[in-house]
């Protein structure tokens, strides 16, 4: 039985000397040393042997079997220390590679015609005044003379949010904000986002920007708005643009304008854009409707203004020759990367 437990041991630390995974590690642990190993079953056949001999014999095998745990412990550190060094070789990364950069970001196209658009009003000394998107029927139809029966409420189909509580349909809400909280001479403008219960198409969006515009002084004139509104269609457009005031109607303007101007696409001579007509409408406007500028405390016989609600989508769709409006409000990355 000595002999045999000498020759497994000999074949045992053999064996683990020339393993070199930790899997097989462990199965060397499992066959020699296991409940069932090959060194531990030794001690099973103790019962054959004389009452002398047993105590010898278990010693021996005894420290047989904890000679060659020692030398798995020491081959498994071993084992897991090399794969530990091998691996971290492997992921090693040169930190010194230049880096991939990202692309820089850009503004919308919307934003850039936006600020054109400050910018020129900025120049003839108008303030840029905000206002909230979320209205009140107060300041959205009652104070700019669309009471709640008037006909012009079903031109501006209205997200209701309660029961006086809407989505703007037009920044003309700023108007009356501005002149309750701003003594004449008054110019501002007041650019955002405004929102229509439109089908949505080509042309057509429940939600889209425009930037109103308000002037009150004494002595203001339909010249005045003339004037105003030529410069910023030159500024904008070129000085080649020709800008048409198209009588209209608003509520709250008195008398009221539709401008077009000379179709950027074909030059005016009609085209798919202009539907023939050389022109595209930008904007509409008027003289403040004098009932609307006693209702926010300012005395129509000494002062008088003029207001335009500006459409920029239309604008940028134009300036830039895309085809479709939704293409302004997917932020599909492809679209907007080429501005
Ligand atoms: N608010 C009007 C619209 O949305 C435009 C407008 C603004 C007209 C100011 C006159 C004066 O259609």
């Known amino acids: 039985m000595k002999e045999k437990l000498e020759a497994l041991k000999a074949e045992a630390v053999s064996a683990v000397n020339s393993v070199t995974d930790e899997k097989g590690i462990e199965e060397l642990r499992v066959k020699y040393l296991g409940k069932k190993g090959e060194i531990t079953s030794l001690l099973k056949q103790m019962g054959s042997l004389s009452p002398e001999e047993r105590p010898v014999m278990g010693q021996l095998v005894n420290k047989a079997k904890q000679e060659v745990e ?59 005044v905000d206002g909230p998107e979320v209205e009140t029927d107060h300041y959205n139809f009652e104070c700019l003379n669309v009471p709640a029966d008037h006909p012009a409420r079903d031109m501006q189909d209205t997200f209701y949010l309660g029961e006086n509580l809407l989505l703007r349909t037009q920044t003309s809400a700023a108007q009356i904000r501005t002149m309750e909280t701003r003594k004449p001479p008054i110019r501002v403008i007041c650019p955002g986002r405004v929102f229509r219960a439109d089908e949505v198409d080509a042309t057509h969006s429940p939600v889209f920007h425009q930037i109103e515009g308000l002037v009150v002084d004494k002595g203001i ?18 000085k080649d643009t020709n800008v048409k005031f198209r009588p209209s ?37 008027g003289m403040v409707h004098p009932k609307v500028l006693k209702s926010c405390g300012i005395d129509p016989d000494e002062y008088s203004g003029f207001a335009f609600g500006i459409g920029l989508d239309r604008l940028t769709t134009t300036r830039y020759k895309i085809s479709d409006i939704r293409l302004l409000f997917e932020n599909d990355k492809r679209f907007l990367e080429q501005f």
């Not at 004139?221 to 070129?238: N, R, S, W």
């Not at 304008?257 to 022109?279: A, F, L, Q, Y």
Request: hydrophobic fraction near 35%.
């Open 70 to 128: 020692e030398l798995i412990t020491v081959k498994k550190a071993e084992i897991s220390k090399k794969e530990t060094e091998q691996k971290l070789l492997n992921e090693t990364i040169d930190i010194t590679m230049p880096g991939k950069s990202g692309k820089p970001g850009k503004l919308h196209p919307l934003n850039t015609v936006l600020n054109d658009m400050i910018d020129i009003f900025q120049s003839m000394g108008f303030d840029v």
């Open 221 to 238: 004139t339909m010249c005045d708005l003339k004037g105003v509104l030529e410069q910023f269609a030159h500024e904008i457009y070129g």
């Open 249 to 285: 109607f608003f509520p709250f303007t008195e008398p009221s304008v539709e401008v077009d101007v000379t179709c950027s696409e074909c030059g005016g001579k009609g085209c798919r854009v202009c539907k023939g007509s050389g022109w595209i409408e930008i904007l509409g406007a």
